[in-house]
């Protein structure tokens, strides 16, 4: 199969902050053993990659609201 570059990706999520949050969220959710939405024989970071390329998944809201609230807890918890 084709590689999934990040380029795949912006064309479903432009915002590239908000796409890392999204593949790590959705790459948690495989991993924890959600089933894959896309035939992959990949590892979960690349199937995730992969569902956003083909526009399975994505976010209930606003980059900008989803970004903002990943600043805030980076901020409350210390680390950021």
């Keep these: 199969m084709a ?3 990040v380029e ?7 915002n590239r902050f908000a796409l890392v949050i999204l593949a790590a969220r959705r790459t948690r959710q495989l991993m924890k053993g959600a089933g894959p939405l896309v035939h992959s024989k990949n590892k ?7 569902e956003i390329a083909a526009g399975k998944v994505h976010f209930d ?5 989803v970004v903002q609230e990943w600043i805030d807890h980076m901020a409350r918890t210390g680390i950021y």
């Design 44 to 50: 979960a970071a690349v199937t995730a990659l992969r």
């Design 3 to 5: 590689r999934v570059t």
């Design 8 to 14: 795949d990706c912006l064309e479903r999520e432009e």
């Design 61 to 65: 809201r606003t980059s900008n609201e």
